[in-house]
């Protein structure tokens, strides 16, 4: 089973910013679709973007767009998340995940997911 292993969480005021990592284990990463996905107490996982397997442009969230960044380094196996000029609504935990699918929003498409990180935005 692919492991996947999240950093980078922790407490921020409003406007400021986080960089979360995904560590993954495994060979071809290149081949995996990988996701974030956020999920506060009390409510439904969440999508936040994705970025497709073998080159495919990255998607996002209409909340997130224009203020999160995807990137991933397939060498190295890690997918990160840059969060910028965020707000309390972004208070959730995030989590990373993977499939071998084609890039896609729907959780139940992504085979492998991390633990997650907690993400705490103040105001």
């Not at 969480?9 to 060979?27: K, T």
């Not at 996905?37 to 936040?48: I, L, M, T």
């Not at 397997?53 to 999160?68: L, T």
């Not at 492998?112 to 705490?120: E, L, P, R, S």
């Amino acid at each position: 089973q692919v492991q996947l292993v999240e950093s980078g969480g922790g407490l921020v005021q409003a406007g400021g910013s986080l960089r979360l990592s995904c560590a993954a284990s495994g060979r071809a990463f290149s081949g995996y679709t990988m996701g974030w996905f956020r999920q506060a107490p009390g409510k439904e996982r969440e999508f936040v973007a994705t970025s497709g397997r073998f080159g495919a442009s990255p998607y996002y969230a209409d909340s997130v767009k224009g203020r999160f960044t995807i990137s991933r380094d397939n060498a190295r196996n890690t997918v990160s998340l840059q969060m910028n000029s965020l707000n309390p609504e972004d208070t959730a935990v995030y989590l990373c995940a993977a499939s071998w699918g084609p890039i896609t929003t729907l959780p139940q498409d992504y085979n492998y997911w991390g633990q997650g990180t907690k993400v705490t935005v103040s105001s």
